[in-house]
């Protein structure tokens, strides 16, 4: 039975009239009633949102960093009333979005961001791999990989070590129609040159000394799906006259005789050097080459992607501390820019550490700040931003209705003509819940963990420091 895409509709409290048993012939469809919008569900295709009103409700604009990927449909009714240009932009500001009517026709699979900031991966395939495509070398990869996966063509990723070429080449597969298949992965640097070859292709029995019994090979455990060839600019010579048979004949030939056998795999190669400088310096074959770059695929370097690096590293900090079986910590937004200012010669793959190390070592501390990566800075030779905490930093609150925290000093002396002490009190509990909130991207409960406070007693001060966004207040209740 064929698998429907997953769709997601959040009404945001109104009537659905039953459209959701109308899509279901080409939809799974789930819904989401609740006044108050929350994130979809990872694996879902579509995204549709309910748009009444003249804005946005405030959490959705907070969920937009963690969409990614996923196409979003602002739905209207066939019966409302035109919006204004100045409403239309405020919903439009959540970002891939597109416009349409809540009708008996269902929204058609496949429906893709108009805007040129996501990527051509569904959200669940972007961020079940720790792939994201703000930037437009990234988005390129990500067409590229999109448009090999629709076929068995041969694909060659490049790229410096780290910038996730095995992500990339598991990315490709997933999204290919044999994805139930098997994905089998050869890192050709690790295997002694020796035994590469009865590695990949296999052997009889007798072959050679230690070949007690038959043996498939890679090539033949990947039938029907993909092998991935890592670092294949290291493979000897004599394997690589065997691999530009398999590509050429889509057969393999044992060790030891016997009859080739048919094998249908998809063939991802991998390299982190220049295989075209190797095929001058007669290293590596040039009609292999040739073979291997049907679909040329770039990796670009972190550090030309630096608008994806917050992304990344709060993908990565949920990630390892669900590994670790650790609370989820909170990045504070100063450390933004200084992972944004560093060069990263590892790429994503010391990103992914330096996060991991910051998790394991900071200990109960909810909350991880530049101190905590400052071993990055050192290795490096780079020192930190100086601007330490922007005051747009601070107001990134919950709901966008909060201003910035008042400049009030905690040192300050008393002066000659006195002070209204509960003002002072109450500046100073507004500017650190402030903060808490920044810290924590608005999440309440944290916030309120932060400042040791019970989360009740957390937002019985938000109202009574006007804090509370009203709206969001009547649609809680």
């Excluded at 490709?172 to 020796?194: K, L, S, W, Y």
């Excluded at 094998?263 to 007669?282: E, F, I, M, P, Y």
Aim: overall charge negative; some cysteine.
């Amino acid at each position: 039975m064929t698998q429907l895409p997953r769709l997601h509709w959040s009404t945001l409290g109104d009537d659905t009239g039953g459209l959701e048993h109308r899509w279901a012939a080409l939809w799974d469809v789930t819904v989401d009633r609740s006044p108050s919008p929350a994130l979809a569900p990872r694996d879902v295709d579509l995204w549709v949102i309910s748009a009444k009103g003249a804005w946005p409700p405030p959490e959705l604009n907070r969920m937009m960093a963690e969409v990614a990927a996923l196409p979003i449909l602002l739905g209207m009714k066939p019966d409302a009333a035109p919006m204004e240009s100045k409403t239309l932009s405020e919903w439009g500001s959540l970002g891939s979005v597109r416009w349409g009517v809540l009708g008996p026709e269902p929204p058609m699979p496949g429906l893709r961001p108009r805007s040129g900031t996501t990527t051509q991966l569904t959200a669940s395939q972007a961020l079940s791999f720790g792939l994201v495509g703000t930037s437009p070398a990234m988005q390129d990869v990500l067409a590229r990989a999109r448009a090999a996966a629709a076929t068995r063509a041969t694909v060659l990723l490049l790229g410096e070590s780290g910038t996730g070429k095995e992500v990339i080449a598991r990315a490709i597969h997933r999204m290919g129609a044999d994805n139930t298949q098997p994905f089998v992965a050869v890192h050709c640097g690790a295997i002694p040159e020796n035994l590469l070859e009865s590695e990949l292709f296999g052997y009889n029995k007798g072959a050679f000394t230690d070949a007690r019994k038959d043996t498939p090979g890679k090539f033949r455990e990947a039938h029907g799906g993909t092998i991935f060839l890592d670092e294949v600019g290291t493979m000897p010579l004599g394997a690589q006259v065997r691999l530009l048979r398999v590509l050429q004949e889509r057969e393999v030939q044992p060790l030891g005789g016997g009859a080739p056998v048919k094998v249908d795999v998809r063939v991802v190669t991998a390299s982190n050097v220049d295989l075209w400088r190797k095929v001058q310096d007669h290293s590596f074959r040039e009609d292999l080459f040739y073979r291997l770059e049907v679909v040329p695929i770039t990796m670009p370097p972190l550090r030309a992607r630096r608008e994806e690096v917050p992304f990344l590293a709060q993908h990565f900090l949920n990630r390892k501390a669900r590994e670790h079986g650790l609370y989820p910590k909170a990045l504070h937004p100063s450390v933004d820019p200084l992972l944004m200012s560093l060069p990263w010669p590892g790429n994503v793959r010391q990103l992914e550490n330096a996060i991991e190390r910051a998790i394991v070592l900071s200990g109960t501390r909810p909350v991880l700040t530049r101190e905590d990566f400052a071993f990055l800075a050192e290795r490096m030779s780079e020192a930190p931003p100086a601007d330490p905490m922007p005051d747009a930093a601070l107001a990134m609150v919950s709901n966008g209705a909060f201003a910035s925290p008042p400049s009030t000093s905690f040192g300050m002396d008393l002066p000659a003509e006195g002070l209204d002490l509960n003002q002072v009190v109450s500046d100073m509990e507004k500017t650190l819940m402030l903060q808490s909130l920044a810290i924590t991207r608005g999440n309440k409960k944290r916030a309120a963990d932060l400042l040791g406070l019970k989360r009740t007693t957390f937002l019985e001060k938000m109202k009574r420091l006007d804090l509370e966004d009203p709206e969001a207040a009547e649609a809680a209740e």
